[in-house]
């Protein structure tokens, strides 16, 4: 079976990665695979900092949207969702997979039975200092609490009284969450992510621009993924 070319940006949250990945998928006509656990979930939108439909639009994005806040969701249901979105896409058509959920990126690079392999996979991260990264929280919580978000956190736990274990872990959807908590908990993920990408993977780093990412791309190529688990890494 053949494969497809993907260009792979993970990062901790509001690190920008979101942004330079619809700036290249402009240049290059790629749809975009989303690698964050919480966007899977409808009706998360403004906590989540989903990109808007008319975006998920232009950008044939996958990973969105599927399942609600009731349901359960895993790495592996994220695996064969992003197959059945891929088997949609028009042959040639490139990808960019970008997120801060290093289980996903993983599970596309390894599969889910696959033995673990030492070095890591290889791909790009965006390198932001923290003091940069905390101040982004800051900006983006307070505009999305002024986009209604505890709003859309009360209409959500009304249609949903019983959440899963895995979208209970969503930050800004707690009850009796102040913005002050939010942050916190915010500052915290992104510390975590960073350290899950410095260990679990071998990072090229990048700087949190379109340029720096696109050379990243240009030097190292693409992957050639199966959207299955497997990979062979392109000679590009």
Do not use: N
Not at 41 to 58: C, L, N, W
Not at 144 to 170: I, N, Q, V
Not at 225 to 231: I, N, S, T, Y
């Amino acid at each position: 079976m053949s494969g497809r070319p993907a260009y792979l940006l993970a990062g901790p949250t509001a690190s920008g990665k979101s942004a330079i990945a619809a700036t290249l998928a402009r240049e290059t006509g790629a749809a975009i695979l989303s690698a964050d656990s919480m966007l899977v979930y409808k009706g998360m939108d403004i906590g989540t900092a989903k990109p808007p439909p008319a975006e998920r639009a232009e950008f044939r994005m996958g990973g969105i949207d599927l399942v609600t806040p009731a349901e359960e969701f895993s790495a592996g249901a994220w695996l064969r969702a992003a197959a059945e979105w891929e088997a949609t896409l028009p042959p040639g058509v490139p990808v960019i997979v970008a997120g801060g959920t290093g289980l996903y990126f993983s599970a596309l690079l390894r599969g889910l039975d696959r033995k673990w392999e030492m070095p890591p996979p290889e791909y790009p991260v965006v390198a932001i200092d923290r003091a940069t990264v905390r101040s982004r929280i800051r900006e983006r919580l307070d505009a999305m609490f002024a986009a209604g978000l505890e709003d859309e956190r009360r209409r959500l736990h009304e249609r949903y009284p019983s959440w899963s274990k895995t979208a209970s872990l969503a930050i800004g959807y707690r009850d009796g969450d102040t913005p002050e908590k939010i942050y916190v908990r915010t500052c915290r993920l992104a510390k975590r992510q960073d350290t899950w990408f410095r260990h679990q993977a071998t990072p090229l780093y990048v700087e949190p621009d379109a340029d720096a990412v696109r050379e990243c791309w240009r030097r190292h190529g693409p992957w050639t993924l199966r959207f299955d688990g497997a990979e062979e890494r392109s000679g590009v």
